[in-house]
């Protein structure tokens, strides 16, 4: 090692102290060498050659470094919610099932009757006898009139009778061979029959 090299060293030793690796333990000594011709060496922990002018520093080992502990993993809120359980209360009744829905009661022109939902009457297209100007009846002409139908309100006593008759009725029309093509007179009847079981005209369990 030149005379450059080594003040280099020397004055980084100086400046910054010499880094020991935290697995080892002891002390460390470091030996400052000038031989007869004044060049300088620096070593570890091995003493100077004879006749060579020695400075001696013993370094303490840095205290060991902690030891890293990641930190906790924030809780995640669970997803699974546990079931509702609900308990009736003992001697609690049961909400008692309510009326049907109110009919009426119809009658088209012809003396057809039927059962409805709906307040409002519907019209029927009445046939009106086609007569020529000379008096003479025109059977092979046609006209008619729309003529609205006469409902009534079923009375509270005669609702389930009516409601009764009214599935009967929307059975028989579902059921007739042919004429439920696009199965909605099935859709209707079992409408009116769940209706029905919801209601207080229900047969008792």
Not at 154 to 177: G, H, T
Not at 182 to 194: C, I, M, Q, T
């Amino acid at each position: 090692m030149n005379r450059a090299a080594c003040l280099a060293v020397c004055l980084a030793c100086s400046i910054f102290p010499l880094w020991i690796p935290p697995a080892s333990a002891q002390q460390v000594v470091v030996y400052r060498c000038t031989d007869a011709a004044g060049n300088v060496t620096v070593q570890n922990d091995e003493p100077c050659p004879k006749g060579a002018r020695e400075e001696r520093k013993v370094i303490e080992p840095p205290p060991p470094l902690p030891v890293f502990e990641p930190p906790a993993a924030p809780e995640t809120p669970s997803l699974y919610a546990p079931p509702v359980r609900i308990v009736q209360r003992p001697g609690a009744k049961a909400p008692e099932p309510q009326p049907p829905p109110g009919l009426f009661q119809c009658s088209t022109w012809d003396q057809l009757h039927y059962f409805t939902e709906k307040a409002e009457p519907q019209k029927h297209c009445a046939p009106l006898q086609v007569v020529g100007i000379d008096g003479v009846s025109r059977p092979e002409a046609s006209a008619c009139e729309m003529v609205a139908d006469v409902c009534s309100a079923v009375p509270p006593e005669r609702l389930c009778e009516a409601w009764q008759r009214r599935i009967d009725e929307a059975e028989f029309r579902w059921r007739f061979p042919g004429a439920d093509a696009d199965g909605s007179r099935r859709v209707e009847y079992e409408r009116l029959k769940a209706i029905h079981a919801a209601s207080s005209c229900a047969p008792a369990p």
